[in-house]
T-cell receptor, first 111, second 116 residues
Framework: EDQVTQSPEALRLQEGESSSLNCSYT??????LFWYRQDPGKGPEFLFT???AGEEKEKERLKATLTKKESFLHITAPKPEDSATYLC????????????FGKGTRLHILP | ETGVTQTPRHLVMGMTNKKSLKCEQH?????MYWYKQSAKKPLELMFV???????ENNSVPSRFSPECPNSSHLFLHLHTLQPEDSALYLC???????????????FGPGTRLTVT
């Protein structure tokens, strides 16, 4: 069964304390892996798409990487405004087009 | 208006009511989606309209009925809902290729639905 697991469920960091969020997946072939950010009461906001192992993408303090079994979202010197839930989603290679989301990691950056 | 808009933002309905959720995308995309987001659960894909073709998740109860009159508008018609249907309903759009390859999705703010 195709599955996406994110860890940790929640993470509290001090401002400036770098860390990584993990998204591990077991799917029958990968078309694409997506990272989103979701603030309370809002819809998810697109961050990155990764298509193949070894690919990396960066945006401000965020960097996403991909291997054949997992993706990491690295946060460097985070600020309080980086506090949000980060969602990982995977599109497997199969006919039903179903994109599978993980449960997310709630990130809280303390000033 | 820009991006993806949804109305209403909040909805309270009884189990015997009929209501509709509306979504409009201003991005020129060719695919639209309905998702359900419940506490402690991952986003659940409910319906997809892509290149004017509807792709349905068979596990969605028939009390949810989607309608996509054109590539910019999407509706979710609700009738005889249950309390467990209370959730945040999110609409999204994307620009897809013709071979089921989904690109990044842009989400609306959601409709917070409460069924009493």
């Amino acid at each position: 069964e195709d599955q996406v697991t994110q860890s940790p469920e929640a993470l509290r960091l001090q401002e400036g304390e770098s860390s990584s969020l993990n998204c591990s997946y077991t799917v029958s072939g990968l078309r694409g892996l997506f990272w989103y950010r979701q603030d309370p009461g809002k819809g998810p906001e697109f961050l990155f798409t990764l298509y193949s192992a070894g690919e990396e993408k960066e945006k401000e303090r965020l960097k996403a990487t991909l291997t054949k079994k997992e993706s990491f979202l690295h946060i460097t010197a985070p600020k309080p405004e980086d506090s949000a839930t980060y969602l990982c989603a995977v599109q497997p290679r199969r006919r039903d087009d179903k994109i599978i989301f993980g449960k997310g990691t709630r990130l809280h950056i303390l000033p | 208006e820009t991006g993806v808009t949804q109305t209403p933002r909040h909805l309270v309905m009884g189990m015997t009511n009929k209501k509709s959720l509306k979504c409009e995308q201003h991005l020129g995309h060719n695919a639209m989606y309905w998702y359900k987001q419940s506490a402690k659960k991952p986003l659940e894909l409910m319906f997809v309209y892509s290149l004017e073709e509807r792709v349905e998740n068979n596990s969605v109860p028939s009390r949810f009925s989607p309608e996509c009159p054109n590539s910019s508008h999407l509706f979710l018609h609700l009738h005889t809902l249950q309390p467990e249907d209370s959730a945040l309903y999110l609409c999204a759009s994307s620009q897809d290729s013709g071979v089921h390859y989904r690109y990044e999705q842009y989400f609306g703010p959601g409709t917070r639905l409460t069924v009493t």
